[in-house]
């Protein structure tokens, strides 16, 4: 069974383009997204209600609706395991999280790919947990460590990420997140539709522009049901590049349409770093083919 469909993105997407003309009607169509964001009970819904007529009768009070602003600066201070922990304390044992005053629509698991990035981890979790909680997201990390010993490889441990994940929990829709990067922009939605959404598109170190058309590196989103679809990811890739190329062919094979959003949205912050050891350059990736 498929993920259904919400278009509740597309909402989204459109206020976008109206973004740079009309930001009353951005704000209320974000509002209305808000709205269909979580299912609540009839006196949540009158007191919505009265929000929403208090912010008609005032021209101040456009932004924010809810939680969630748009543009945010990513915080680049490292905190301790510790520190992050009483931070979140309304994280569940293994770093879950559901909304406390609705029910989610979206049931979302972070898969993150990682090894001897500590300091990343860290504060990619920093940003990362305030971000889902705005978009009143149920949702769970996931870190998937590779042993050293061999190559990275990024596409294997996003499968087993996967695999796990499937077998412990219904989570319905999967974004697979490298370690360093930092989301811009709280509009840009972890959750899914019904195509494949490629989400780290101006991504910083290319400039803030999309790199080249078919890229689908940094971070995605993917339903249960199209990951089953595609076969998941490649496992052959061993070594830095190569797999999101393989995992763009396999989407676009099964007449996947990938989504994307606007630049100003999907935009993320790197952190800088050398090149691991263990991650060097993958030089069959030319020949390789699923
Ligand atoms: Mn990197």
Same mark, same amino acid.
């Given at each position: 069974?498929?993920?259904?469909?919400?278009?509740?993105?597309?909402?989204?997407?459109?206020?976008?383009?109206?973004?740079?003309?009309?930001?009353?009607?951005?704000?209320?169509?974000?509002?209305?997204?808000?709205?269909?964001?979580?299912?609540?009970? /009839?006196?949540?819904?009158?007191? #919505?209600?009265?929000?929403?007529? /208090?912010?008609?009768?005032?021209?101040?009070?456009?932004?924010?609706?809810?939680?969630?602003?748009?543009?945010?600066?990513?915080?680049?201070?490292?905190?301790?395991? #510790?520190?992050?922990?009483?931070?979140?304390?309304?994280?569940?044992?293994?770093?879950?999280?559901?909304?406390?005053? &609705?029910?989610?629509?979206?049931?979302?698991?972070?898969?993150?790919?990682?090894?001897?990035?500590?300091?990343?981890?860290?504060?990619?979790?920093?940003?990362?947990?305030?971000?889902?909680?705005?978009?009143?997201?149920?949702?769970?990390?996931?870190?998937?460590?590779?042993?050293?010993?061999?190559r990275?490889?990024?596409?294997?441990?996003?499968?087993?990420?996967?695999?796990?994940?499937?077998?412990?929990?219904?989570?319905?829709?999967?974004?697979?997140?490298?370690?360093?990067?930092?989301?811009?922009?709280?509009?840009?939605?972890?959750? &899914?539709?019904?195509?494949?959404?490629?989400?780290?598109?101006?991504?910083?170190?290319?400039?803030?522009?999309?790199?080249?058309?078919?890229?689908?590196?940094?971070?995605?989103?993917?339903?249960?049901?199209?990951? /089953?679809?595609?076969?998941?990811?490649?496992?052959r890739y061993f070594g830095w590049g190569g797999?999101?190329?393989?995992?763009?062919?396999?989407?676009?094979?099964?007449?996947?349409?990938?989504?994307?959003?606007?630049?100003?949205?999907?935009?993320?912050?790197?952190?800088?770093?050398?090149?691991?050891?263990?991650n060097e350059d993958n030089g069959d990736r030319s020949i390789l083919?699923?």
């Amino acid at each position: 069974m498929c993920l259904s469909t919400l278009r509740i993105e597309e909402i989204l997407c459109f206020t976008l383009s109206l973004l740079r003309s009309n930001v009353f009607a951005v704000a209320k169509l974000v509002a209305h997204k808000y709205t269909l964001g979580c299912v609540v009970g /009839e006196r949540e819904r009158e007191r #919505e209600r009265e929000r929403e007529r /208090e912010r008609e009768r005032s021209i101040y009070h456009v932004f924010p609706f809810h939680f969630v602003v748009g543009r945010i600066t990513p915080n680049l201070q490292s905190q301790t395991f #510790e520190e992050l922990g009483s931070k979140f304390q309304n994280l569940k044992p293994g770093g879950l999280y559901s909304p406390n005053q &609705c029910v989610a629509r979206h049931k979302v698991a972070i898969i993150i790919a990682y090894r001897n990035r500590e300091e990343h981890l860290r504060i990619l979790l920093n940003n990362l947990n305030p971000l889902l909680q705005k978009q009143e997201l149920e949702y769970g990390i996931f870190v998937v460590e590779q042993e050293e010993g061999c190559r990275f490889n990024r596409a294997m441990l996003m499968n087993i990420g996967f695999k796990e994940v499937i077998s412990m929990y219904d989570y319905e829709c999967f974004i697979f997140h490298d370690v360093d990067h930092l989301p811009e922009n709280d509009f840009n939605m972890y959750s &899914c539709t019904g195509n494949p959404r490629h989400m780290a598109v101006a991504v910083d170190k290319f400039g803030y522009n999309l790199i080249y058309g078919s890229y689908f590196g940094g971070v995605s989103a993917l339903s249960k049901c199209q990951m /089953e679809a595609i076969n998941g990811f490649p496992n052959r890739y061993f070594g830095w590049g190569g797999e999101d190329d393989d995992i763009y062919t396999r989407l676009v094979t099964k007449q996947y349409k990938i989504v994307r959003y606007a630049l100003d949205i999907a935009r993320y912050k790197t952190i800088r770093h050398q090149r691991d050891k263990g991650n060097e350059d993958n030089g069959d990736r030319s020949i390789l083919n699923f």
